[in-house]
């Protein structure tokens, strides 16, 4: 990883360039993963998109999710298409463990503390996704998954930090923001730690 991506991620644990050479042996199966996750995000931003807080005016938190929404829809866009035209296809169900234990942090039904976890779920999802999308980039030797991976890299890389600062603005003097982000991001790298091996975004490294 370049000393300039490691700066700007707050992951406690980093993905070695074996992984990346590993997951772009298998570059439709890459793809697919790559798109489905694409998928989800802008779903999830859409979802969060009529829970700003109360009292605060949605007008800030609805721009900020229907920007991150666009910028995912527009990448499921780009993937798919160079997945079919590499002559794969999208296929209809997909599951990651990754996301799937992440989302095990949330604490449901506790208003703004469930408002805050999932908030910094998202930004996990979205700082690993840089990280890997770094690495994907950098050690790609297919020019057209090199350019692919760099660009999203670039496009991506400050949307970790905007689920953060939706936190931070939450208005509830009793959540403690700086503590519970650093027990999720000592969470996510035990999580990340143990996905199995393979072509996916949030796969473990062989």
């Known amino acids: ?14 993905t070695p360039d074996s992984w990346a050479v590993a997951a772009l042996a298998e570059p439709l199966v890459l793809l697919n993963d790559h798109a489905h996750l694409e998928k989800k995000a802008a779903a999830n931003a859409l979802e969060l998109l009529n829970r700003w807080p109360e009292p605060n005016p949605p007008e800030y938190w609805v721009e900020k ?17 160079m997945l079919a035209r590499r002559g794969g296809r999208l296929t209809k169900y997909h599951r990651s463990s990754y996301a799937s234990d992440l989302r095990g942090l949330v604490r449901s ?6 408002l805050m976890d999932r908030l910094m779920v998202s930004a996990l999802i979205e700082a690993r996704s840089c990280e890997r999308f770094e690495a994907l980039g950098r050690v790609a030797t297919d020019q057209e998954l090199r350019a692919l991976y760099a660009d999203l890299w670039a496009s991506e ?3 970790y930090r905007i689920f953060i600062d939706l936190a931070r603005k939450l208005p509830d003097r009793r959540l403690d923001v700086d503590g519970r982000w650093q027990m999720m991001l000592e969470a996510e790298a035990e999580i990340i730690d143990r996905q199995p091996a393979g072509a996916a975004i949030h796969s473990g490294a062989a």
Request: hydrophobic letters at 40%.
């Open 1 to 14: 990883m370049s000393e300039i991506a490691q700066a700007d991620l707050p992951l406690l644990s980093r």
């Open 65 to 81: 999710m229907t920007a991150i929404a666009r910028d995912d829809v527009d990448h499921l866009a780009t993937v798919t298409r």
């Open 157 to 159: 890389n400050g949307h």
């Open 109 to 114: 039904g506790t208003g703004n503390d469930e």
